[in-house]
């Protein structure tokens, strides 16, 4: 999302500030180095631009950060001044409808081979990839057109629909959201540095109700 909206903002002549998670960011330095080609500005969250990421850096400043805190910082900014615009490109309904073009290009390339899934695996994150893969096909399961299986795998560092409560939460570790009824860890849940996942994330996509 951040290389895509670096590249956007870039073409426009806007600027444009990312907030990436720490831990995140430690693990895949290249991702800033490809927003930074593009002349957007990268910050490591928690960072000391925001007061929330001042005060979790004061409380511990090898804090490794999580997704509900980057949207925090960044809302914080949104809030704070009228010509900045908040973007998130995960786990919202709308980057799940985005990503479905994924799951229809795989449809068609099995319609090309003549065949059919019986399972389909994918990664459970934020729930916009594994949606955008399965839901085309899963629109023939409801139809009674298709007897596949959609398996989501997740892990146990960071197991939101497993472990997680269905309930109402905020998106982010301040509430500046409004509030979601999704399965959720607590937004002030942090996933452990051994989670190697690029999203961090304390909760699951509202579509997920099951």
Do not use: W
């Not at 850096?57 to 809302?75: C, F, H, R, T, V």
């Amino acid at each position: 999302m951040g290389t895509a909206l670096s590249l956007a903002t870039n073409q426009l002549d806007m600027d444009c500030t990312v907030y990436m998670v720490k831990g995140s960011l430690n693990q895949k330095p290249d991702r800033r180095s490809i927003m930074e080609i593009y002349e957007g500005e990268v910050f490591a969250s928690p960072s000391k631009n925001t007061e929330i990421g001042k005060q979790i850096q004061k409380e511990n400043p090898d804090y490794p950060g999580s997704l509900g805190i980057a949207i925090s910082e960044a809302m914080e900014e949104d809030l704070k001044y009228d010509n900045v615009k908040y973007s998130l490109g995960s786990v919202l309904n709308h980057v799940i409808l985005h990503q479905t073009i994924i799951g229809q290009e795989i449809k068609t390339q099995m319609e090309i081979g003549g065949e059919e899934p019986d399972v389909m695996v994918a990664c459970t994150g934020g729930g916009s990839n594994f949606g955008g893969a399965i839901f085309p096909f899963m629109h023939d399961k409801i139809k009674r057109n298709s007897n596949c299986e959609f398996i989501g795998v997740e892990p146990s560092a960071c197991p939101t629909l497993t472990e997680g409560k269905y309930e109402y939460d905020f998106g982010d570790v301040n509430g500046f959201t409004t509030m979601f009824k999704m399965y959720t860890l607590g937004h002030d849940f942090v996933a452990p540095t051994v989670h190697a996942g690029g999203l961090r994330y304390h909760g699951m996509n509202p579509q997920y109700l099951y």
